[in-house]
């Protein structure tokens, strides 16, 4: 029996004999056996949503570099390389994560705005393919830090495009008043300056404006602002082996309709071959468009609460699992894992955290009774990577499903292993 929502289920997750499933796996039996709150992966749902960048990028120079801040767990890190990918990094936890995952150095590039000399001085032990550098004063430090152990850093120049990206503030990076980024006006001289630096190897231009972008123009604004910028500066007599176009492609979280990763791509590079720069490397970042829609959020109903004025749905997870309607207000899906017969009631779904701001979503209408299961959608990127230990609630257990086959990537986390680093007092 197919439900009448699973046409609008994510791909790889759908309703099967009235239960819903993860590839070959039904989401009920995974919860008995591993418990909840769990996350749930599908990989089949991320190497299709790479397939759509590979498809549009084949036969050109390049390289898909995932931005493993949407999520950094070591099997998830494994399938996407596997596939193909280099690694964005921002930070020295993420590069030995990134070296953990089994990638070639050379394919991870570094982004972020306060890279400090530890950082930069294991980068260049190891040998990345790129530091992403966002500023004239970062510029200098690593051209100081690269001397002092005798190599040039291969550098690329994140440029702030000011391109109003559409999206949630928090989350647009390419205006003028974000932190990120060298303003427009001041790219030609910081590239003339790094070309003189004897610690510094120009290989590249990068620009990144924003998460969930579900438009198209904002990215063909851009990229003709980096592509003004990179005659510019090649004009001044500075190579641009590489251009960066960063990550953003947003999902559909409820309703929202982002052009297909190869539909958008495809459009790109026509732009980029019109306007003459079709022979350049090309390198992506992209992070909640390839892990988003492969993840669910399994959680427990634990108690119905109705009220005068709210009825609310108390799950057994929470702000700590999944920190994104609390950041953001954003919306996930929230679905059961086997719908009931009868009228739904409007809930709030909320999770166990001593905080109004602890909410997963509000006014569902769902038909549930407690010990029943929900299915928070979409919950792949920015959800586990972003889980925290408030309450000291353990951060939960995730599971990687191919076909049939379903692998343990991180285990329920104990108290004890929330204490480890603690000591009491003599
Ligand atoms: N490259 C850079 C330099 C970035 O700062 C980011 C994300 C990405 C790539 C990947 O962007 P994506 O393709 O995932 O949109 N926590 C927020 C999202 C923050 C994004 C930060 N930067 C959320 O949950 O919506």
Not at 127 to 150: H, K, P, T, Y
Request: net charge negative; aromatic share 6%; hydrophobic share 40%.
């Amino acid at each position: 029996m197919k439900t009448a929502s699973s046409h609008s289920l994510p791909p790889h997750i759908h309703y099967l004999d009235g239960q819903l499933g993860v590839e070959q796996r039904s989401l009920e039996a995974l919860a008995r056996e591993h418990g909840t709150p769990l996350f749930v992966y599908s990989q089949a749902a991320m190497l299709d949503a790479l397939g759509g960048y590979q498809r549009a990028l084949a036969g050109r120079e390049h390289l898909i570099c995932y931005a493993m801040k949407a999520n950094s767990t070591l099997g998830i890190l494994q399938s996407l390389v596997r596939a193909g990918c280099g690694l964005d990094i921002v930070s020295g936890g993420e590069l030995e994560r990134a070296l953990a995952a089994g990638v070639t150095p050379e394919r991870i590039i570094f982004s972020g705005v306060g890279k400090t000399r530890a950082e930069m001085r294991r980068a260049l032990a190891v040998g990345i393919g790129c530091f992403n550098v966002e500023s004239r004063a970062e510029l200098d430090v690593l051209d100081a830090v690269a001397q002092e152990v005798g190599q040039r850093a291969p550098v690329s120049i994140r440029v702030n495009p000011n391109v109003d990206a559409k999206t949630h503030p928090y989350i647009s990076t390419g205006l003028k008043g974000n932190k990120f980024g060298i303003a427009h006006e001041d790219v030609v001289a910081t590239y003339q300056h790094a070309a003189t630096c004897r610690g510094l190897r120009v290989v590249g231009i990068d620009c990144h404006i924003g998460s969930q972008i579900t438009q198209t123009e904002p990215y063909l604004d851009a990229m003709d602002r980096v592509l003004d910028l990179v005659q510019a500066i090649e004009t001044s007599g500075v190579a641009i082996a590489h251009i960066d176009f960063g990550g953003g492609l947003g999902i559909d979280y409820n309703a929202d309709a982002p052009p297909p990763a190869q539909q958008l791509w495809t459009q790109l590079l026509h732009k980029l071959d019109a306007r003459g720069f079709g022979d350049r490397k090309i390198l992506l970042e992209p992070g909640r468009s390839l892990v988003g829609n492969a993840g669910v959020c399994v959680t427990e109903v634990l108690y119905l609460k109705p009220g005068e004025q709210k009825n609310f749905l108390i799950v057994d997870a929470a702000m700590n699992d999944l920190p994104r309607p609390a950041m953001y207000e954003a919306f996930h899906r929230i679905v059961p894992v086997a719908p009931r017969p009868g009228a739904p009631t409007t809930w709030d779904v909320v999770g166990p955290v001593c905080e109004s701001g602890d909410w997963l979503g509000r006014d569902r209408a769902l038909a549930v009774q407690a010990g029943d299961l929900l299915a928070v959608l979409s919950a792949g990127a920015y959800c586990m990577s972003m889980a925290s230990n408030y309450n000291t609630r353990g951060r939960a257990t995730e599971l990687l499903v191919q076909g049939e086959q379903v692998t343990v990537i991180r285990q329920r986390e104990t108290a004890a292993d929330q204490m480890r680093l603690e000591s009491l007092l003599p």
